[in-house]
Nanobody, 123 residues
């Protein structure tokens, strides 16, 4: 059974930083495209970032470009989301996702989803 377990969420003031981690177990991590989605209260889940299996290519939603950075450590089956200059509008539950298709991942059709971790940014 494939499991994605996120950690690192919490409460932070605007302008602060957080680093989310997601550990994958139950299948080969190296050939998975990984990413992050988020869901704000009362809103639909939205794509945040993705990274290729090798880590050589990254993709970001426009509102987080220049502030968020996605990376991965294949030896640790872990993907990270470094979030800087956080804004109140970044408040959401953040979900780690993984799959074999970048298109499906960015469209919300990932094969695998974590349970989510809450990020709250106070003004």
């Amino acid at each position: 059974q494939v499991q994605l377990v996120e950690s690192g969420g919490g409460l932070v003031q605007a302008g602060g930083s957080l680093r989310l981690s997601c550990v994958v177990s139950g299948r080969t991590f190296n050939n998975l495209i990984m990413g992050w989605f988020r869901q704000a209260p009362g809103k639909e889940r939205k794509f945040v970032a993705a990274i290729s299996w090798s880590g050589s290519s990254t993709y970001y939603e426009d509102s987080v470009k220049g502030r968020f950075s996605i990376s991965r450590e294949n030896a640790k089956n872990t993907v990270y989301l470094e979030m800087n200059i956080l804004k109140p509008e970044d408040t959401a539950v953040y979900y780690c996702v993984g799959g074999s298709s970048l298109y499906r991942l960015k469209s919300g059709g990932s094969d695998y989803w974590g349970q989510g971790t809450q990020v709250t940014v106070s003004s």
